[in-house]
């Protein structure tokens, strides 16, 4: 079915539905939510830790699991929502990124259909090919693999600009940006908010 709004991209609800199948009880795509979010929570530890090797190097073992403890990545992964899927095809991206693995491009493709911000990880991969790549014939197949895991984001957006001419909507998120609202020093205070804000208060008002 086409949906009826194309702010949430479809990758997650895509894994909770095909999981559900096999899930027990009597909500199984909530659970499967739960499932999604417990394994890829576990997992993105060890990427955050192997991908951190790479940049700051040993001391990344102990950065990984704080990181992962961080009162709003706890609080996100029991809501089936996008957030835990994001840093784990975020992470396992940067992973294969740094292997200079041709798979990077799949796991990009998969966190861009996440969602929308996580695009920017398929040029990144694609410049990081540019620079470390040698021969016409590896560059230009880098060229094809982010057209290709650029080709679902794509397909969305015509979706979604075709079903605005119908409603005669604005796209999503572009709201919330206009006239600048959102942009400058507001924009800084929601980083922080979302972050480290919930991190620095006393265990009373965090509570």
């Known amino acids: ?25 009597d909500q199984p795509v909530l659970t499967a939510g739960w499932v999604i979010n417990a394994a890829f929570g576990a997992l993105s530890v060890v990427l955050l830790w192997r991908v951190g090797k790479r940049i700051i190097g040993d001391s990344a073992i102990w950065v990984a699991p704080l990181a992962m403890l961080n009162p709003w990545v706890l609080r996100s992964q029991v809501n089936p929502i996008a957030e835990t899927s994001m840093i ?22 998969f966190a861009s259909m996440v969602r929308y911000e996580c695009a920017a990880l398929i040029p990144i991969a694609f410049v990081m090919d540019m620079i470390k ?16 895991a650029s080709a ?12 605005l001419k119908k409603t005669d909507a ?6 919330h940006f206009r006239g600048g609202t959102r942009l400058g020093m507001e924009y800084v205070q929601t980083l922080w908010d979302t972050t480290f804000k919930y991190m620095l208060q006393l265990p009373g008002a965090a509570k």
Do not use: D, E, H
């Open 170 to 175: 604005s796209l999503p998120y572009v709201s």
């Open 152 to 163: 679902p984001m794509a397909l969305w957006l015509i979706g979604m600009r075709l079903s």
């Open 88 to 109: 784990f095809f975020t992470l396992l991206t940067f992973f294969f990124m740094f292997r200079n693995s041709w798979w990077v491009y799949l796991f990009a493709c």
């Open 1 to 25: 079915k086409v949906p009826s709004t194309f702010k949430r991209l479809p990758m997650v609800g895509l894994m909770q539905v095909l999981l559900s199948k096999v899930m027990p009880g």
């Open 133 to 148: 790549r040698k021969g016409l014939k590896q560059r230009l197949r880098a060229l094809l693999w982010a057209a290709l």
